[in-house]
């Protein structure tokens, strides 16, 4: 019986521990996931002031072709 509650007591001690580290891990990605996406955002945002900029010079490039 001693030795049962040694061993479940072993075990418990590693599901603590792995949860702990489990639970840093959780942290860490969300805060990289965060990151990512405002990166993203930022990415997006820098696009689409190109493209509004590039239509924006069309009528004056086309005007040069014809």
């Known amino acids: 019986m001693e030795n049962e509650l040694s061993t479940l ?3 418990l001690a590693q599901l603590i521990k792995l949860s702990s580290q489990l639970h840093t891990e959780n942290l860490h990605l969300r805060q990289e996931l ?3 996406l405002a990166s993203n ?3 997006n945002d820098k696009i689409d002031a190109a493209k509004t900029r590039l239509e924006s010079l ?3 490039l086309s005007g040069e072709l014809l």
Do not use: D, I, Q
Request: hydrophobic content about 25%; proline content about 8%; some cysteine.
């Open 9 to 11: 007591e072993g075990k």
């Open 34 to 36: 965060a990151h990512t």
């Open 41 to 43: 955002r930022l990415c």
């Open 58 to 60: 069309l009528p004056t």
